[in-house]
């Protein structure tokens, strides 16, 4: 059996389940039980460093399965995928350095109650592990830190201490709130956006939202905008905003180094998220306290460290955490009890702790040309991850298809998330979405809402005849007034943080006197 798996864009793994003749002679003589112990069955690794660097394996319960990168590339063992070869420098590694783990569960008890052990067996208080920064003298106590493995982790749901409309969840993740039957369940479907606001963009977003397209309830359909901040004209945010779509946080630097985000400390957070909603309120003049959503660069969630900086800067809601393609979709859930699906990807940085967080989760969509006919295909959650998707013809097909799954079991919220570049790309796909909406818009149990409106209706769970009068859904259903300015300032500014680099900022506010940026967010300079 080979197939292809996709792995960081181009780069492609061919994955063979070790059963061919060569394999078998490989494996000869390899205790494949003793090789397996305690080794996480998404890890590869070689077993030998003979070759030419392109073979490794994983255990399955079928036995080893073999990958293979194509010709040309090597297996990167520590970054766990495939890369050109002249990148990869551990080519004489077998595997990935073993952490040493913390002694949790044990038939007799090692430590008194209230203290675990460490890897060496030296017993420390419980709160200390997985709090961060390493106190047992191995550091074991910071290296069983997932949600499953989490000695501090957050509880299963339970129902009975878990009321809207402050806290939602379910064993599964997939029961309705407020017990509705499905029929009576508004088909919520959000349109999300990451990335900066400009020129290149605006006219799509005048295209799908020009003000003529209503909901059953008569307000015009809206959309959520994550926004990262270099290039950004806040003009044009001001204006999103003033029309009543959502405006949230993709980040002030959006540094591509995926791990700066998965180990993100607490201040780097801090400094990334309530930066960039800084920079926002200021230039785009939001004064209202709406901005309380954000989403993770490259979905790359920051474990508990990004949730407790949320919590305390009253950030209500995360929209980073996928979950994987399900007969079911899931609804979004507030962190206060465990996650209800598998942490997904993101070198699973999940959070594992309770926090007074909701959890705009992003389902995966199917891709399949053809679900009652091709065999399963991995998810996507960005519909521009959806690598098969080539014409409009195809886009259609999945809109189609995703909806009927949502609408058909329990109404979950469909997200449509998008970079603006890829509808852009073809005009096609433009209109296609176009064609989508209004199709919907036909129908009197399907919204276009943005992501804090589906928080408000689970908070308030209102069957379909009482959603003309849902009165949260009202408050930003007129767009009042005029563009605040015709000509924003666009004002050439520099920052030392950014030596060599002169960056326009369009606002309608006064010009600040530097670049805004990650040690100086308000631009009006900062000391060394």
Partial sequence: MTRVLPVLGII???????????????????????????????????????????????????????????????????????????????????????????????????????KLSCGDGECLEKELFCNGKPDCKDESDE??????????RAPECDPTQCALPDCFCSADGTRIPGGIEPQQVPQMITITFNGAINVDNIDLYEDIFNGQRQNPNG??????????????????????????????????THKDDPNYWSSGTYDDWLAEMAGARLIIERFANITDGSIIGMRAPYLRVGGNKQFEMMADQF?????????????????????????????????????????????????????????TFDESLPGCHMVDSCSNIATGEQFARLLRHNFNRHYNSNRAPLGLHFHASWLKSKKEYRDELIKFI?????????????????????????????????QEWKEKCDVKGQ?????????????????????RLFTCMECPNNYPWILDPTGDGFSV
């Avoid at 563009?483 to 960056?503: D, H, K, V, W």
């Fill in 219 to 252: 307000c015009s359909i809206k959309g959520t905008f994550f926004v990262s901040h270099k290039y950004t004209n806040y003009s044009a945010v001001q204006d999103l905003h003033r029309r009543g779509h959502e405006i949230a946080v993709f980040s002030l």
């Fill in 438 to 470: 209004e199709e919907m818009l036909g129908r009197n149990d399907v919204f276009f809402v943005t992501n804090l409106q589906v928080i408000q209706w689970m908070q308030n769970p209102t069957e379909l005849n009482a959603l003309r009068d849902f």
């Fill in 12 to 114: 492609m793994l061919t994955c063979t389940l070790a059963t061919s003749q060569d394999t078998n002679d490989k494996l000869e003589g390899i205790d494949i039980e003793e090789v397996c112990t305690d080794r996480p069955g998404d890890e590869y690794f070689r077993l030998d460093t003979e070759g030419d660097c392109r073979e490794v394996y994983r255990c399955t319960k079928s036995g080893l399965k073999e990958i293979q990168c194509p010709s040309g590339l090597a297996f990167d063992i520590m970054k766990q995928t495939c890369d050109w070869k002249a990148k990869v420098n551990n080519c004489n590694e077998k595997e990935k350095p073993r952490k040493v783990k913390p002694i949790l569960k044990t038939d007799e008890p090692i430590c008194p109650e209230g």
């Fill in 483 to 503: 563009p605040y300015c015709s000509l924003p300032n666009a004002c050439p500014l520099t920052t030392r943080e950014l030596p060599g680099e002169t960056l």
């Fill in 315 to 371: 950030f209500v809601y995360d929209a980073s955490i996928t979950a994987s393609l399900g007969r079911v979709p899931i609804w979004p859930y507030t962190l206060y009890f465990r996650m209800p699906h598998k942490c997904n990807g993101n070198a699973h940085n999940c959070p594992s702790r309770s926090h007074p967080v909701w959890e705009l989760v992003m389902n995966e969509l199917d891709r399949r040309d053809d679900p």
């Fill in 143 to 152: 290296n069983a830190c997932s949600v499953d493995d989490d000695p501090n």
